[in-house]
């Protein structure tokens, strides 16, 4: 549905000109239409479908899955997969027994183990989700692409920015499938969005910002403790692993997201999505300076990260866009502004973007060269007690822009295009060297925040300067 390449600047400018006599016409068969946007008549609505079938694979073609961290994320990624035709979960790895029981209870005789070797081990495992705490998403990742399987490893792909490269090899030494979990970058929405920039439609970028908001426990990691969780049920020194050797503690095996070992707070869960979707979107490599703010402010529960936090970043002039500003914010003590948006701010308009939905608002104004607008001017002028006249903005116009009724969602999207590249369709766009380029910035944040000073990236390079 998108476009892979970028139109030169007369067809840019020409693009803009068509859409903005669009957005005219529509206007005016809109009027007198209702609109779901209050005193919005001039809204045009259109509908975002799915034109890509889905391909039914011939038997040869099945495709043995492992789970690797069978916990909330890792078995929702294990329903979406299995959605997709020829897919079968034959072994399921997790340090904690009630995950794995879980496991067998729903989806039958499956090889289950504590050890996720003896899953890249099995040959009829060809591919694993990495659904694991974060400090292990690189070296499992690593693990699973020497041993031949494709990998689907949940963002933000790495713990540590330096872990980037040796995956980045690894993928390409492999040859193996690696994808990024990061959804929306298969949605609808952000397909239209990169559609619509590609086109010209808000003119030269000139500012981004993000935005997601939560209010509660879930939202906010206070997940529910297993009662028979215990250290006979839970390999505690195979979940440390790689990070300091400490003595049994549930809150941080079952509330990891809040501890800086294993974790990497609100930036590496949640900015990691909207970097994702806006370097997709307009074509960016990543910023060159990153400056964080924020706190905890309200989940005061021994947590080693804060609850509200801010980025600001300085993006350069590339070929593909112009140099921009972004901000990014992220507040878990707020339940009135929604769940996420990504807003794109151009010199011809904007553009508001979810996974399902992209709000297009364009700056049209009265052309002062047209004759129809020189004499209603003169009229104002002449009537007006001398005063000079006003020069007069009509409203902006708007495309709305939603997904078609039973659109499966972005999730189902992202692990089709995951399981058509392992059987040799098109390549996937977020692989290692896309997910550094998202989680670098994102990671920065947290340098920034705990060390109190400005972040300085090399987005061609990927290397902290």
């Not at 495992?125 to 990742?141: E, F």
């Not at 990169?194 to 908001?213: C, K, P, Q, T």
Request: net charge negative.
């Amino acid at each position: 549905m998108s476009d892979t390449t970028e139109p030169g600047p007369e067809s840019l400018a020409g693009s803009r000109r068509k859409f903005v006599k669009s957005v005219a016409a529509g206007s005016l068969l809109a009027a007198g239409v209702p609109s779901r946007l209050a005193g919005s008549d001039s809204t045009i609505h259109r509908t975002m479908a799915r034109r890509t079938p889905e391909r039914r694979a011939a038997p040869s073609d099945r495709i043995g899955l492992g789970i690797i961290g069978a916990g909330g994320m890792g078995m929702a990624d294990v329903q979406t997969a299995l959605r997709i035709p020829d897919v079968e979960l034959v072994a399921a790895c997790d340090v904690f027994d009630g995950r794995l029981e879980a496991a067998r209870e729903r989806h039958g005789d499956i090889f289950t183990t504590r050890d996720y070797r003896e899953v890249l081990a099995r040959d009829d495992v060809d591919a694993v989700i990495v659904g694991t705490p974060d400090h292990w998403h690189q070296p499992i990742s690593i693990d699973a692409l020497r041993a031949g399987k494709a990998v689907y490893c949940e963002k933000p792909m790495v713990h540590r920015i330096e872990e980037g490269h040796d995956l980045i090899r690894a993928e390409q030494e492999s040859g193996s499938v690696f994808q990024v979990g990061s959804q929306g970058m298969s949605s609808l929405g952000n397909e239209k969005a990169r559609e619509l920039y590609l086109d010209g439609a808000i003119g030269e970028l000139n500012y981004a910002e993000g935005f997601w908001a939560r209010n509660d426990p879930i939202g906010a990691w206070q997940y529910p403790i297993p009662e028979d969780a215990s250290e006979e049920t839970v390999d505690w020194k195979r979940f440390l692993g790689p990070a300091p050797d400490l003595s049994w503690d549930p809150l941080r095996i079952f509330r990891w997201r809040n501890y800086r070992d294993y974790g990497t707070g609100v930036a590496g869960d949640l900015f990691v999505h909207l970097f994702s979707s806006l370097h997709f979107v307009v074509g960016s490599r990543g910023p060159t300076r990153v400056q964080a703010a924020g706190g905890l402010r309200y989940w005061k529960d021994g947590r080693e990260v804060p609850d509200v936090l801010l980025g600001v970043f300085d993006y350069p002039e590339t070929e593909a866009h112009p140099g921009y500003n972004l901000s990014l914010r992220v507040n878990f003590v707020d339940g009135t502004s929604g769940s996420t948006f990504l807003r794109l701010v151009g010199s011809e308009g904007a553009m508001d973007v979810t996974w399902t939905e992209v709000i297009l608002r364009k700056n049209v104004a009265v052309d002062p060269m047209d004759a129809f607008s020189q004499e209603k001017m003169a009229e104002a002028a002449a009537s007006a007690d001398g005063l000079p006249p006003r020069v007069r903005m009509l409203p902006p116009a708007e495309a709305r822009y939603e997904v078609e009724r039973g659109y499966r969602g972005a999730h189902v999207d992202h692990f089709f295009n995951w399981f058509e590249a392992i059987r040799g369709g098109p390549p996937v766009l977020e692989d290692a060297t896309f997910g550094l380029r998202a989680a670098a910035p994102a990671l920065a944040c947290n340098l920034s925040y705990f060390e109190d000073r400005i972040v300085r990236w090399d987005p061609d390079t990927m290397r902290l300067i």
